[in-house]
């Protein structure tokens, strides 16, 4: 019965997903756009203290926890805030939103409006929400792929959406290769101290 319950979802799921491929999930598309990109000057914190790799730059996001190393060509890129959301099935085939979360996208500084380039889209979950994922007690967009975990640390997990780049925009060879570099590296975020 779970099995047959999740074949129909899975049609279902993949009748949405031929039928709209507008999916802003799945589209670095932001909601919510920085005013300024982030500068990475030379005695930048952003920028690596030193490292083998002397022509990389450090987006860190103390947040949540985790730093990504960009080749020299994205100096000056931006961060474009986004959220992307987990939806159930009711018992009525009805779609229903259960989860959601930020996305911090990576913005190359070469992008423009006349000629959009591939952004990195980081999803970002709590332990509790990757492990429900896992559990496929909800499921993100029309993709019956779940996102890839690009790293963890004590309270959250980052990873890039399944169908990130499926408009193969330009530059998705260039993110393409960042990512198999493994550039996430996590680390547990202070805590916030009330007043």
């Known amino acids: 019965m779970n099995k047959l319950l999740v074949l129909f979802l899975f049609t279902i799921i993949l009748f949405v997903g031929c039928t709209n491929i507008d999916d802003e999930h799945f589209q670095s598309q932001p909601t919510q756009a920085t005013s300024q990109p982030?500068?990475?000057?030379?005695?930048?914190?952003?920028?690596?203290?030193s490292s083998s790799d002397s022509d990389s730059i450090v987006y860190t996001n103390k947040q949540y926890g985790f730093q990504f190393?960009?080749?020299?060509?994205?100096?000056?890129?931006?961060?474009?805030?986004?959220?992307?959301?987990?939806?159930?099935?009711?018992?009525?085939?009805?779609?229903?939103?259960?989860?959601t979360g930020p996305i911090l996208s990576i913005r190359d500084p070469r992008w423009t409006a006349q000629t959009p380039r591939q952004d990195i889209p980081i999803m970002v979950f709590t332990i509790n929400q990757w492990d429900s994922l896992r559990r496929e007690e909800f499921f993100i967009g029309a993709a019956a792929i779940q996102p890839?975990?690009?790293?963890?640390?004590?309270?959250?997990?980052?990873?890039?959406?399944?169908?990130?780049?499926?408009?193969?925009?330009?530059?998705y060879e260039e993110v393409d290769k960042i990512l198999q570099s493994g550039p996430l590296k996590a680390f547990n975020p202070l805590l916030a101290h009330p007043h």
């Open 38 to 49: 982030t500068k990475t000057p030379t005695q930048s914190p952003d920028r690596a203290p």
């Open 69 to 99: 190393s960009l080749p020299e060509s994205w100096k000056g890129y931006s961060i474009v805030k986004s959220h992307w959301e987990g939806n159930t099935m009711d018992k009525n085939a009805s779609k229903k939103t259960s989860e």
């Open 148 to 171: 890839s975990e690009l790293g963890q640390n004590d309270r959250y997990v980052f990873a890039i959406p399944s169908r990130y780049n499926f408009a193969y925009p330009p530059g």
